[in-house]
């Protein structure tokens, strides 16, 4: 089974940076689509960034497009959000998210959280201003 674990979590001033990763289980990271959500109170879970299962294409959401950055790490089982620029509105929390393996498609696909049968418990980001 696929178990999401993440963590990097905390409080930042505006414009400050943090670091969230997402361990996996098994192969997850190198053969899956991984996706990154975030959720305010009373807001729904919204897309923030992609990652191919190959690595070879990333997918942001306007609003984070410049600040933060998605990556993986295959030899960790690990994906990576760097965030910089931090907003007050950048408040949430940070759900990591894998897809079934080898799929994909174009980048509103990987925007759909319905696309995403694995979920992780979320890290609280909370930027003060």
């Known amino acids: 089974q696929v178990q999401l674990v993440e963590s990097g979590g905390g409080l930042v001033q505006a414009g400050g940076s943090l670091r969230l990763s997402c361990a996996a289980s098994?192969?997850?990271?190198?053969?899956?689509?991984m996706g990154w959500f975030r959720q305010a109170p009373g807001k729904e879970r919204d897309f923030v960034a992609a990652i191919s299962w190959n690595g070879g294409t990333t997918y942001y959401a306007d609003s984070v497009k410049g600040r933060f950055t998605i990556s993986r790490d295959n030899a960790k089982n690990t994906v990576y959000l760097q965030m910089n620029s931090l907003k007050p509105e950048d408040t949430a929390v940070y759900y990591c998210?894998?897809?079934?393996?080898?799929?994909?498609?174009?980048?509103?696909?990987?925007?759909?959280?319905?696309?995403?049968?694995?979920w992780g418990q979320g890290t609280q980001v909370t930027v003060s201003s």
């Open positions: 998210a894998a897809d079934d393996p080898y799929r994909g498609g174009t980048g509103r696909y990987h925007m759909n959280r319905d696309n995403y049968n694995y």
């Open positions: 098994g192969r997850t990271v190198s053969t899956r689509a």
